[in-house]
């Protein structure tokens, strides 16, 4: 490439369009012919020229700098190409690494929260198996003192959850479903992270499911408490009533022991006592069955003792037991009961258990009913208009054996109740006191 100025042409050239002009120097003769027109670029090369234009030779020009720059880049690429490929690999391995040990970091996290909540889970399931059993033996414990008549409340609460014993609580929702889905481990592992460590929501729900485990806890005890106070108050009104009815027998002369009762039997099945170890409510309910039994024991007793009242309502006593003047006589004489005032057909109860033994009329008693407690203990109910059982008939307390009436050896209509103690009359108010004394008991 050159810019524009003349070239050497060759030797041995003749032109001879111009043999005839006139004589002129070889300079001149060179500047006329090489001679550039209008900006042309001329290239000359062993003896050879090219002419080329403005817009030509910039083209070529700009075509040689991008084919120069081509060259440099493409050996500079294969030059550093290696050392270009080593940084980008490792930049690739550091973070891929970078990568690996955050999603190894994510995973340990995954399985220290999923252990956690397993564990959360499985104390969970612990307290509420505890809490079921509990609440089995308080239901226990409620079905013996009901057996034994004693209110102490029902538990509620989780037996609801009974037909959820297949399914036990998840610490999921704060409603006690006691349902822990199968596949619960899937289902942990897939929580997001930060989800379960911070939700707050998730934290409430299981801080709710620990106080409602806590309030079922604290219900229990309660139940727990109430039946424990009511076993209590039973072992003391059972020794309350045997204290007041083993008063009133001991003053009436009536030896418990020796208290033949009708009507029962059966082998003997010696008791056991609470093993070793056993509960207090266990070795509590033991002492209420005995002192129950005792109780019952004088309560039976007492059944054939005649301490209640012949007629209903108050009682008017119009002649008493011992010694008065005959009403018609006018002279001294022993009155073997005592006389009460009634109104004709008015109903007469027995006054304890027994067997009719007299049913008819007998001399100055009229129409007279005998009945024979047993243990030496007879009654006797005279002048009556009107005879309601049979010799032979057991009756129980308070049965109608007949009418009030004014047979026999009498003034009026009245009836005559009297007491004896192995054959021998006592004073029927004895008896009668001692009915006032044990009030309900009777």
């Known amino acids: 490439m050159s810019h524009p100025s003349l070239a050497s042409r060759p030797r041995g050239v003749h032109h001879p369009a111009h043999a005839h002009a006139s004589p002129q120097t070889a300079a001149s ?54 050392s270009v490929l080593t940084r980008l690999m490792g930049h690739q391995a550091q973070m891929q690494y970078a990568y690996e040990d955050r999603i190894a970091e994510l995973r340990a996290q995954v399985d220290r929260i999923t252990s956690r909540q397993l564990l959360d889970q499985e104390q969970f399931e612990h307290k509420l198996d505890a809490l079921l059993k ?60 930060q989800t379960a460590t911070n939700d707050p929501l998730q934290s409430a729900k299981t801080g709710s499911l620990d106080g409602i485990l806590d309030r079922v806890s604290r ?38 022991h020796k208290v033949t009762l009708r009507g029962v039997g059966g082998p003997f099945v010696p008791l056991k006592a609470p093993r070793a170890g056993a509960s207090e409510f266990d070795r509590e309910l033991y002492h209420v069955a005995i002192a129950r039994a005792e109780a019952d024991r004088y309560q039976q007793a007492l059944s054939t003792v005649p301490v209640r009242k012949p007629l209903p309502g108050e009682l008017e006593m119009t002649s008493p037991f011992g010694v008065r003047m005959d009403p018609f006589l006018d002279r001294p004489s022993m009155h073997p009961g005592v006389d009460l005032r009634g109104e004709i057909g008015e109903p007469v109860h027995a006054t304890a258990n027994g067997r009719v033994t007299v049913a008819g009329r007998d001399g100055g008693y009229g129409n007279m009913v005998e009945i024979n407690h047993g243990n030496g203990l007879t009654t006797r109910y005279g002048h009556l208009s009107e005879i309601d059982v049979k010799v032979g008939q057991e009756v129980r307390a308070g049965q109608v054996v007949g009418k009030v009436g004014s047979t026999g050896r009498s003034t009026g209509p009245h009836l005559h109740y009297e007491c004896r103690v192995n054959g021998e009359v006592v004073d029927p108010q004895k008896f009668l006191r001692a009915g006032v004394r044990l009030g309900g008991l009777i």
């Open 29 to 82: 003769v060179s500047r006329a012919l090489h001679r550039p027109r209008g900006g042309d670029y001329t290239f000359a090369h062993a003896g050879r020229q090219v002419r080329l234009g403005p817009v030509a030779f910039w083209i070529a020009v700009g075509t040689l700098v991008i084919m120069g720059a081509w060259t440099i880049g493409t050996g500079t690429y294969f030059a550093f190409r290696e």
């Open 134 to 193: 509990r609440q089995a033996v308080l239901e226990n414990r409620a079905s013996a003192l009901s057996a034994d008549g004693l209110t102490t409340g029902t538990v509620h609460g989780l037996r609801g959850t009974e037909a959820s014993r297949q399914s036990k609580a998840s610490p999921i929702s704060d409603t006690v479903m006691f349902m822990a889905p199968p596949d619960r481990e899937a289902r942990l592992a897939s929580r997001d992270v």
């Open 219 to 256: 219900s229990l005890d309660k139940i727990e408490q109430r039946q424990n106070a009511a076993l209590a108050q039973a072992e003391e009104r059972a020794g309350t009533k045997m204290a007041r009815v083993k008063t009133v027998l001991d003053d009436l002369g009536v030896n418990i």
